[in-house]
């Protein structure tokens, strides 16, 4: 069981011989294999990290931007709502003074027909208290 | 272990048999050599070459299956290589108790697996090469020249200096811990899978059928484990001579 011979020695180198041929078509290759791809994997893990925040700040940005658009949007609403309630509000005050002198007008008028027209009545109540005087007295009377 | 040899021509079913100690000797000029051990050894090595080859003949960022499969044993040798020697200096360990882990678990795992009795062999019979002493020596003291030449190599001379670190009167336990270190390496593997092998055995003729199947299973468990136990300890070792004592 226990005869040592030149198996020994042998085996040894033989297995040293294993381990260098080994080392060269299994360890290297295969370890560089795995190398690489876990440095492919960080490389493409670290570019998507990266794009992820570039995607993240555009987001950002563009939120601002429609922030600041809707605000301007709202501002040039208010604008435009203050310039019609300002324009409606003239209007008004211009129909409401064209009322009021066209009013002022008629009111003048009237004045002025209802004075012209007392005035046609005096006259014509003096000729006709005279054609009364003169059919009650007779005409030669009144002269 | 002539008894159990005779216990087989009784039996009708020679599944396994006992041959311990018995081997298919080469001679290579004055030196003799295990025949077997080799064969099965080259067998091993030949699986480990070929999915190796096939798993990075062709490497791609998305991995096909084989791929797939060899970039999982090797995401685990490095983690147990990491778990032992620190983020730090593990990686030019990871070959060499990578490729101890992978070639005796293959080896163990095949020793088990194949039905090895078919192939037969003037003398002795093919079976794990870790079963042979020879093969589990020579791994636990590439072991021990491994974490020599780690210390040598991250501290010079000063390397010494860990024997005498807390006391020199511990002096003799260290110079006996690097003799018991590649001794109870070597054994413990050496016995584990022999042993399951003659278990096996044993159960096989006694009866043939069905009841040695969970001690096989058991044996498969065992032979991860103990392919476990070795890479992690030489592992450990080398961490030991890279740090020192009491220098964490």
Known sequence: ?143 | MEILGSLTILNTFTLAELEVGEHFLWKIGNYTVHGQVFIVSWIVIGVLLIASLAATRNIQTVPGEIQNFMEYALEFIRDLTKNQLGEKEYRPWVPFVGTLFLFIFVSNWGGALIPWKLIQLPSGELAAPTNDINTTVALALLTSLAYFYAGFKKKGLGYFKKYIEPTPILLPIAILEDFTKPLSLSFRLFGNILADELVVAVLVLLVPLFVPLPVMALGLFTSAIQALVFATLAGAYIHEALEGHGEE
């Open chain 1, 1 to 143: 069981m226990f005869d040592f011979d030149a198996t020994m020695p042998l085996m040894a180198v033989q297995f040293l011989l294993l381990t260098a041929i080994l080392n060269a078509v299994f360890y290297k290759p295969l370890t560089k294999a795995l190398d690489e791809r876990d440095a492919y994997i960080r490389n493409n893990q670290a570019t998507a990290k990266e794009s992820l925040a570039k995607a993240e700040s555009l987001v950002k940005e563009y939120e601002a931007q429609i922030a600041a658009a809707r605000k301007e949007s709202q501002s040039i609403v208010e604008k435009a709502q203050a310039e019609a309630r300002e324009i409606t509000a003239q209007k008004t005050a211009e129909a409401q003074k064209q009322v009021q002198t066209q009013k002022e007008q008629a009111a003048q008028e009237i004045q002025q027909q209802k004075e012209t027209a007392l005035a046609t009545l005096e006259q014509q109540v003096d000729s006709l208290s005279r054609q009364i005087l003169e059919k009650i007295l007779g005409p030669e009377l009144v002269k």
